[in-house]
């Protein structure tokens, strides 16, 4: 192998890496986001929990207090 191969060789290796480097760069940053968005959506998911809880209690109670009708 003479040096102009090597050189052409060694080229390509170096475009190769950086094409890697850029394409691992891209997938951080898309998972970064992912992650950023999966916290808030687990923040938006409690807080529906918590209403429907607060809900169902408040339910629950007015219930409680009026099982039936005095018409029945």
Known sequence: MNTSELLNRIDELEMKSQFQEET????????TLQQKDL???KEQLKLIAKQ?????????????????????
Do not use: C, F, V
């Not at 429907?52 to 029945?72: A, D, F, K, M, V």
């Open 24 to 31: 691992i760069d891209d997938l951080n940053q898309a998972l």
């Open 52 to 72: 429907l809880e607060s809900n169902r209690q408040q339910n629950s109670g007015i219930n409680e207090t009026n099982e039936r009708p005095p018409h029945y």
């Open 39 to 41: 916290l808030l959506l």
